[in-house]
């Protein structure tokens, strides 16, 4: 099959990975409701046809924290990524920088932080969780001002991990030792693709960041053992001053779902959030992206930058976000898909049709540059979004 789209990618993704981590980037939590709706939400926003405004030269790039990326499109952050093929993280972020666009690593990565920089020259953006030894995240930051990271981006919807039954059904979560090992190994065996490229020449399989902490046991038979024993369920608003002492650069709040948090994020004085769900990971039954995002925007969209991530699958599906409200948007699994199906050029193959369909969908929403996009371009007759959005806000401040 030649790919033609993000879902596309997804179906080779399938074919090609073992199911223990093609069920843990495609699943989310509970009975996935909030998965589900992130997509169909974002599938649904009723774009406006306009006609006859010289579309002939569209520009899509735009300006983020002073880095000039070629389109508002940042790679997310996603744990054990570099699974998916060959040192996946290193692929992925060269293929980010090769597009113009900005990676961030996730803390949970299997490429380490150094790995990553050394296989890259633009400056990476790193995802933090606030994790209970403050000395592994000082050293974190530390490494992340050496290594001249650009960003940092602090999950903050994550004191917990939230319950992903795919993840036990397939091997990855609560199967540890030998038997969890067999079945993986026996998923694998089923792969040779995979083996070949992963299980034999991808090794270290370690979380790269953790592993110095870790030690001889940062398999990933660890993965859920070390999120669950080492994810600081007390952080709290007074963290960010913490973080704030520990990194000068720009932070930004990932996870923020809700107006009133996102008020106290500009009380807090961070340079912006990320409008998420955690791609339908963490509180199943919570808001779509979509449905969050004008309602935040409406609350602070004059104070700080509005990052949104969950549901992309498309160059359309970035301009609907962006006329909902965000500044720029995140993709994970749509990229993830692509480097399980075809390594780096999946992720450049992809990233090229994100440009592509986002210069159409701007040429017929009648824009050519991305500050013109905005709700203007949404059929609000047809919308499901907007209207209650501005009624809601205004009632719960
Ligand atoms: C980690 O961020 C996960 O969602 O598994």
Redo the contacts with the bound molecule.
């Keep these: 099959m030649k790919a033609a789209s993000i879902n596309d990618y997804r179906e080779l993704a399938r074919r090609r990975l073992p199911p223990f981590l093609f069920e843990y980037i495609d699943g989310g939590s509970y009975a996935e409701v909030t998965l589900r709706q992130n997509v169909a939400d974002l599938e649904a926003v009723p774009l406006r046809q306009r006609v006859l405004r010289d579309v002939s030269d569209i520009d899509t790039s735009t300006t983020l924290f002073g880095q000039r990326l070629s389109m508002p499109v940042i790679l997310a952050p996603i744990?054990l990524a570099g699974m998916n093929a060959r040192r996946g993280e290193s692929q992925a972020a060269l293929a980010a920088e090769n597009a113009g666009l900005p990676f961030c690593l996730?803390t949970?990565s299997v490429c380490p932080l150094a790995e990553v920089a050394g296989a890259t020259k633009q400056p990476l953006w790193l995802q933090l969780y606030m994790i209970k030894d403050r000395g592994f995240m000082v050293a974190l930051l530390a490494e992340a001002e050496r290594l001249q990271c650009s960003t940092l981006v602090f999950t903050v919807d994550?004191p917990v991990?939230g319950s992903r039954y795919r993840d036990y059904r397939s091997g990855l979560a609560g199967a540890s030792g030998v038997s969890g090992a067999l079945r993986r190994f026996s998923q694998a065996l089923a792969k040779p693709g995979w083996a070949w490229d992963v299980a034999i020449n991808g090794r270290p399989h370690v979380l790269g960041n953790v592993a110095p902490v870790l030690g001889k046991s940062s398999g990933l038979e660890d993965f859920f053992a070390w999120m669950r024993n080492n994810f600081d369920a007390r952080v709290s608003w007074a963290d960010i001053e913490w973080l704030r002492a520990h990194w000068k650069g720009p932070l930004i709040l990932k996870g923020i779902l809700d107006p009133q948090d996102a008020i106290q994020a500009v009380c807090a004085g961070v340079d912006g959030i990320i409008v998420s769900n955690?791609?339908g990971?963490q509180l199943d039954g919570v808001l779509s992206s979509a449905r969050a995002l004008p309602l935040i925007a409406d609350a602070v969209a004059d104070q700080l930058t509005i990052l949104a991530d969950g549901g992309i699958r498309s160059g359309l599906d970035v301009v609907r976000m962006l006329s909902l409200g965000a500044n720029a948007v995140l993709i994970g699994r749509a990229w993830v898909y692509a480097l399980a199906a075809a390594g780096g050029a999946g992720v450049t193959h992809i990233l090229n049709l994100m440009s592509a369909e986002m210069k159409v969908a701007m040429a017929l929403t009648g824009v050519t540059r991305i500050d013109a996009i905005n709700r203007d371009g949404i059929d609000s007759s047809r919308s499901t979004l907007l209207p209650q959005s501005a009624t809601r806000i205004r009632t719960t401040q």
């Design positions: 744990g996730s949970l994550m991990p955690h791609g990971r």
